[in-house]
Structure formats: structure tokens, C-alpha cells
């Protein structure tokens, strides 16, 4: 039987990008590739200039620029439009708005190949949930401004895709509610977690030691530091955290444009010794770092499921979240975290500060945890139910 060709477009190239839709991509790819031909066209950022191959994927550069997003994704779609009867395939998929140029050439062209957008937070959804997350600078106004470009985009590749999959059902409510997609025609497939990479270590007192944590309490965040990520409430809660627990280490792992605002931040209410920023760091390293930490904290505003979330409850680390989106699905309130309302900073200090203080407590939530994801959110389940959409596109 001839295996299926799926051609697959993300503005960023999986391989040196590590946010949650490159991980899916090569995740899910590295499971399929022995039944599904796998090729992934991404914008020439971070140096990717020659095709390459990676765990039986193939990758190819398309021209785009390194600049920000989304003056990357606009050259990008340009280039596959442009390419567009060059890339033959079986079925085409694009994450979020990576590929509304080529559907629209596709569809110009009458070709019959089936289209697949896979949505992972609503981009009209993010939108609308920066605006209410409070003052924003006038680079932060543009960027959103720019989103909303974007989601527009987004929502038009949606409703004229073939098959819609999104990360969790609350982004299934929203394409709904923000792009009038078709409900029917609309599947949900979660992200997953590796178990084998992120699993609890034997000793994560001995890697506190290790890496200089000494016996220091560690909070941990790790993502992106753009508005929607919350982190102004995070530092809030922070400083009464550190009020009672002085000794307490917050650990930010990834970087982006609220860098330095934050420091200046921290600098000015004089808990910048507090707080360790350590950017992006390796693959490898992250496993370690989930495992010195003793609570997992994501402030997020708006969120389509929350990698890091399933990551974190994998190394059976007990979470502290604000209770919206895709993460009250990711999230077993009460048995593997704490979900308090959204932007309420006082309601995430009392959260972390709880669980700080009961060493039993975070056994017992992050048992849950990984028991949780190992059910529901492994990459071996999304690439099982990623190859039967495929199979369902193509009939």
C-alpha cells in the first residue's frame, strides 16, 4: 500500500524553533514517518537554508526573512504561493496562519488534494484576551494589531480548510464562535508529552544541589514572555510570595520582548535577586529543570491547551494556573493543581504559597499528574489519532 504524502507548513523550522507547534510537528512526525511521507516547508530563520532530514522528516527552506512575526509569515506565504504547483502532495496541512496563501492558490488552481488547518490557540482569541490583560506599550498595541491581521487570516483558512484540528475543545469552541467554522467539521486532537524524557527524577533534591539551587524552594514558569503569557501577574504574586517565603527562587525559562521591561521591573520592587532568567535553554536541560522544581506556575490569559503544563505534570510537578482556555483541560483542579480566576494575583501567590508549605500535598498532585497525562496526552495518542484524520482526509 502506497503511503500517504503529507505536506506540512510552519512559518518556524521545527528543528531549531521549540515552541508547541514545532514540537507537535516533529513529535507526531517522528511517529508516523514509517507510515506517512513527511515533508515541512518553514521560513529561512535561525540559519535554515539547505533541506535537511530529521527522525524521518523531511524539511524544506522556504524564503522568508528572520525577521519579527509576523513580517516572516507574510514573506513566507508569499514564497509558497508563489511554489505552490511545485508542492505536490496527498494532503496538506498548515498550522495556525502558516499556509493561507497556498489554500488560496489551491483553491484558485480547482485542485482537489484535501486541506487541513490545525489551530492551536485561536488568534482572534488571543487577540481580544491581550487587550483585556491590561496596559499595553505601543510595540505591544502594534503587535496585537498585527494579530488581528493575522486571525482574520487564520479564520478564512479555516472555514475554507476541508477538516479543522484544534489543540483542545475550548479552541474548538472558539474557531466556532470567532470564524463560524462548521462545527462538523471540526476534530480536536490534543498536544502531548514525551513520559520517557519528562518523568519524575529519583533525586531532585541531589539536581537542586547540582545546579547551585541549593535547598531553595523553586518556582518554575517556562514559555514565551509575550503579554498573553501573564507574567505581570506572575510577578505580582511573586512579591508576596517572597514576603513570606524570602528564600524563594523564581525560575523563567524562554525568553522574548518583555525581557528586559520585566527586570527593570523586578529591579524597581527589589525582588530582582529573586528571580533567575535563564532564556532558552536546550532540549536537554528541560527534563532537569522540571525536576528541581517543587511547583510549576503558568499565568497565562489565554491559553489553546499548555505544553509546558502537560511537561510539567509528567515530571510529576504539582501546577498553579489561571482557570481559562484549553487549561482547565490540561489541568485536574484540585488533583494535579491549583486553578485560581484569571489576573487574580493575590489567588496565585495564596496557590504557590499552599503548596510550598505541604511537601505531602505536591507528592500527592503530581502522582496525579503524570498519572493524568500518561491517559490523556502522550505524542504517541496525537500521532494515533493525527494518522486517522489523514486517512479521513484522504478518503
Not at 479552541?171 to 462545527?183: G, I, L, P, T, W
Not at 502522550?378 to 486517522?388: G, N, Q, S
Request: proline share 4%.
Amino acid at each position: 500500500m502506497k503511503k500517504l504524502s503529507l505536506a506540512v507548513f510552519d512559518t518556524q523550522p521545527p528543528h531549531l524553533y521549540f515552541g508547541g507547534v514545532e514540537r507537535r510537528i516533529l513529535e507526531t512526525g517522528k511517529r508516523l514517518s514509517t507510515e506517512v511521507d513527511i515533508t515541512v516547508y518553514s521560513g529561512t530563520k535561525a540559519g535554515f537554508k539547505k533541506p535537511t532530514k530529521v527522525n524521518g522528516i523531511n524539511l524544506v527552506p522556504c524564503f522568508s526573512t528572520d525577521a519579527l512575526f509576523p513580517i516572516d509569515n507574510w514573506f513566507f506565504n508569499h514564497t509558497l504561493s508563489n511554489s505552490a504547483s511545485a508542492i505536490k502532495a496527498d494532503i496538506y496541512e498548515a498550522h495556525n496562519a502558516s499556509g493561507y496563501a497556498f489554500l488560496k492558490s489551491l483553491r484558485k488552481r480547482n485542485a482537489k488534494a484535501p486541506f487541513i488547518q490545525t489551530v492551536h490557540g485561536v488568534l482572534a482569541d488571543e487577540y481580544v484576551q491581550t487587550l483585556a490583560s491590561g496596559s499595553l506599550s505601543l510595540r505591544e498595541k502594534l503587535a496585537n494589531l498585527l494579530m488581528w491581521r493575522l486571525a482574520r487570516l487564520e479564520g478564512e483558512s479555516a472555514r475554507n480548510a476541508n477538516l479543522v484540528v484544534t489543540v483542545s475543545n475550548y479552541s474548538a469552541e472558539k474557531a466556532v464562535e470567532f470564524y463560524d467554522v462548521d462545527e462538523a467539521k471540526i476534530r480536536v486532537v490534543p498536544n502531548g508529552v514525551d513520559p520517557e524524557r519528562f518523568k519524575p527524577a529519583e533525586d531532585g533534591d541531589a539536581l537542586k544541589r547540582k545546579l547551585g539551587f541549593g535547598g531553595k524552594p523553586i518556582v518554575l514558569f517556562v514559555g514565551r514572555l509575550i503579554p498573553r503569557k501573564g507574567l505581570q501577574f506572575f510577578v505580582e504574586a511573586a512579591k508576596r510570595v517572597v514576603k513570606e517565603r524570602g528564600d524563594a527562587l523564581f525560575v523563567i525559562v524562554g525568553d522574548g520582548p518583555l525581557r528586559s521591561n520585566l527586570i527593570a521591573h523586578l529591579v524597581g520592587i527589589n525582588i530582582s535577586g529573586n528571580f533567575l532568567f535563564l532564556g532558552d535553554v536546550k532540549e536537554n536541560i528541560l527534563p532537569t529543570l522540571y525536576n528541581c522544581a517543587d511547583v510549576f506556575v503558568l499565568p497565562s490569559v489565554q491559553e489553546g491547551q499548555g505544553i509546558a503544563l502537560l511537561e510539567a505534570q509528567a515530571s510529576a510537578k504539582p501546577v498553579v494556573a489561571f482557570n481559562v482556555g484549553g487549561v482547565r483541560e490540561a489541568v485536574r483542579e484540585g488533583q494535579s493543581g491549583l486553578l485560581v480566576e484569571r489576573g487574580n494575583s493575590s489567588l496565585l501567590a495564596e496557590a504557590i504559597l499552599k503548596l510550598l508549605s505541604d511537601s505531602s500535598l505536591r507528592r500527592k498532585m503530581g502522582a496525579s499528574g503524570r498519572e493524568f497525562v500518561l491517559a490523556n496526552y502522550t505524542w504517541d495518542i496525537c500521532a494515533e489519532k493525527m494518522l486517522r484524520i489523514y486517512h479521513e482526509a484522504g478518503t
